[in-house]
C-alpha cells in the first residue's frame, strides 16, 4: 500500500510529460475559420491539432506578430448577421487568448503588420478604402480610396510599399508608407485576390481568380511585366488562383487555387506551371512551413488544411479544422 500513490505519480507524470512533448513537436501554425469564428491551432511537428481558439465575429485575414509571440487576426461581421465587430484581435500565443484589439476601418479582410508593430495597413471590404491603423494610440489616422471590394494587402520587404488588391476594379493601389499616400494605381487580371513580395523586394506577384493568371510586378517601377497563365483542370474549368507564397530563393510560386482543387507550382525562371498537386476542397489560404519544407492550405469547402510535402509534391496529412477554413500562417 506504500508504494501505490508513488506509482500513480509515476504514471501521471510520464502520460503529462508525453502530452507536453506532442504539443511541443514544431512551430504552431494558425488557420481562421470564418463561418464559426474559430482559429484552429495546428501542430506543424506532428499535424496535429492542439486547440481551437474562440474569436467570434468572421475571422479572415491573419498574420503573425513581429515578435512572433502573437497572432493577429482581421474580424468582421458575418454575412447576413448583424453581431460581430470590424478589429484587428491580437492573440497571445502562449495562452492562446485574445489580448486586444485595435481599430480597423468596416470588413477588414486582410492587413499587414510592419516591422516594429507601430501600423496596421487594412483592407476594407464594403467601403473600397484601406485604412491605416496605429496601434499605440489605437486608432485609424489614415483612410484612402484604392479600388472596388478591396481584399490582398501585402508589404514589401523594406517597408515601404503596401499593395492592395481590389477585386471588382481588377487594380492594385501601392500605398507609400512614408506619406499613407496613395501614388500609383495599376491594371492586372480580373479578380485579383492577393499579392506577394520576393525577399529582395525586387518582384511582386498577383493572382487573378477571375483572369486564370498571376501577373508579374516590377516593383521599381509598379508595373506589370509579365503574365503567367495557368492551365485549366481536366475538365476544362478554370483553377482560380487566390492565396500564393514564394519560395525564399524566388525560383518557385505556389498558388492554391480554389475551386480547382490544387496547387500550382510555378517555375519562376520558366514563367510557367510545372505542377499542380491535388488538396482538399477549395484552398484558398497558403503557408510554408517554418523550414520550407511543406505547405498548408486551409481548404474552406472541405473544412480542413492539407499537408503538402514540396521535395515528393504530394499531399502526406489532412488535418480537420473548424467551419470554412479561410487563412493560415505559421508562426517561426
Not at 499587414?112 to 496605429?134: H, M, Q
Not at 501614388?183 to 487580371?189: D, E, I, P, R, Y
Not at 488544411?305 to 505559421?330: E, F, L, Y
Request: with cysteine; proline share 5%; net charge neutral.
Amino acid at each position: 500500500m506504500i508504494h501505490r500513490p508513488k506509482i500513480v505519480l509515476l504514471l501521471v507524470f510520464a502520460v503529462s510529460s508525453l502530452s507536453c512533448a506532442s504539443r511541443a513537436a514544431g512551430p504552431l501554425a494558425y488557420v481562421t475559420n470564418e463561418r464559426d469564428g474559430t482559429v484552429t491551432v495546428i501542430d506543424t511537428g506532428s499535424n496535429t491539432v492542439v486547440s481551437t481558439i474562440s474569436v467570434g465575429a468572421r475571422p479572415r485575414g491573419i498574420q503573425p506578430g513581429p515578435d512572433q509571440k502573437t497572432i493577429w487576426v482581421a474580424l468582421s461581421y458575418p454575412s447576413n448577421q448583424s453581431q460581430g465587430e470590424d478589429k484587428i484581435a491580437v492573440i497571445d500565443a502562449a495562452s492562446g487568448k485574445v489580448v486586444t484589439k485595435f481599430d480597423a476601418g468596416t470588413d477588414p479582410e486582410q492587413f499587414v503588420i510592419n516591422k516594429d508593430g507601430s501600423r496596421l495597413y487594412i483592407a476594407n471590404e464594403d467601403a473600397g478604402t484601406a485604412s491605416v491603423s496605429e496601434t499605440k494610440s489605437n486608432r485609424v489616422i489614415a483612410t484612402m480610396p484604392v479600388g472596388l471590394e478591396p481584399e490582398g494587402v501585402a508589404l514589401s520587404p523594406d517597408g515601404r510599399w503596401v499593395y492592395i488588391t481590389s477585386e471588382s476594379s481588377s487594380t492594385v493601389a501601392v500605398l507609400d508608407t512614408a506619406t499613407n499616400q496613395i501614388v500609383k494605381t495599376f491594371l492586372v487580371g480580373a479578380r485579383p485576390r492577393e499579392a506577394v513580395f520576393t525577399n529582395d523586394g525586387s518582384r511582386a506577384y498577383v493572382t487573378a481568380e477571375n483572369g486564370n493568371n498571376i501577373s508579374v510586378v516590377d516593383t521599381s517601377s509598379h508595373t506589370v511585366i509579365g503574365t503567367i497563365a495557368l492551365p485549366r483542370d481536366n475538365a476544362g474549368l478554370q483553377l482560380k488562383p487566390k492565396g500564393i507564397v514564394v519560395s525564399r530563393d524566388g525560383k518557385r510560386l505556389y498558388v492554391a487555387t480554389g475551386r480547382g482543387n490544387c496547387v500550382a507550382v510555378i517555375d519562376v525562371p520558366a514563367q510557367k506551371v510545372v505542377q499542380l498537386i491535388p488538396t482538399g476542397q477549395r484552398p484558398w489560404g497558403i503557408a510554408f512551413s517554418a523550414d520550407e519544407t511543406k505547405l498548408y492550405t486551409a481548404n474552406g469547402l472541405s473544412n480542413d488544411v492539407s499537408v503538402i510535402d514540396i521535395a515528393r509534391g504530394n499531399v502526406i496529412a489532412t488535418i480537420k479544422a473548424g467551419d470554412g477554413p479561410w487563412g493560415i500562417v505559421v508562426r517561426r
